[in-house]
């Protein structure tokens, strides 16, 4: 699912890949009828395909291209206001390497922590979002979603198995791991 994006028409599933090949896709299909395009995240997106193909590229790379901000680019390291009470802050100054390595210690602790869940919350909820504007229609769409979010694996995919086949099969690409850590083999 990282950095996929897929292009429907109607029920189709037309190409997946980067922003750009999305983008290239989609725009072969300008004047076609429900053309959507989806992101990693499940979410209908729209792109600006005015021009020819060498526009699109460009555009995509020149939002690359971004300015970077203040802190130490070259180690991905952003500067950014952070607020927290005088207790806090005596907290952080005892401790070894000072502030910034103390909060993403903690930061990096949490992570670690909630890293299963977080998973499996972000794949739910990409496949509820790619299932409401695509099947949301389908039969058993509702019952579909009662067990995406019961966690019931079975019960999700026999719902949606009479769906059109590349709408089940992106929508259990979404929700390969909604259902656990062990499951994403859907």
């Keep these: 699912m990282d950095g996929v994006f897929v292009v429907f028409q109607g029920g189709r599933r037309v190409a997946a890949g980067s922003q750009v090949e999305a983008a290239l896709a989609a ?6 009828p429900d053309v959507l395009i989806f992101d990693p995240q499940g979410r209908s997106v729209d792109f600006d395909l005015r021009g020819g193909p060498e526009a699109v590229r460009a555009r995509f790379a020149s939002e690359d291209e971004a ?3 203040r802190g130490r680019p070259k180690l991905g390291v952003v ?12 907290w952080l100054a ?10 993403r210690k903690l930061v990096e602790a949490a992570r670690r922590a909630s890293e299963g869940p977080d998973r499996m919350r972000a794949s739910r909820d990409a496949a509820y ?8 229609d389908l ?20 719902r949606i198995e009479t769906w059109p086949g590349d709408i089940a099969s992106q929508l259990r690409t979404y929700a390969a791991e909604a259902f656990g850590a062990d499951d994403a083999t859907a």
């Design 27 to 32: 725009q072969a299909l300008t004047g076609e």
């Design 67 to 69: 300015p970077r901000g």
């Design 79 to 90: 500067a950014r206001e952070v607020t927290l009470l005088p207790r806090h802050w005596e």
């Design 94 to 103: 005892e401790q070894p390497g000072g502030a910034s390595v103390a909060l």
């Design 129 to 136: 979002r790619f299932a409401s504007a695509m099947a949301g």
């Design 139 to 158: 039969g058993g769409f509702e019952e579909a979603m009662r067990c995406l979010f019961a966690g019931d694996d079975a019960g999700f995919k026999a």
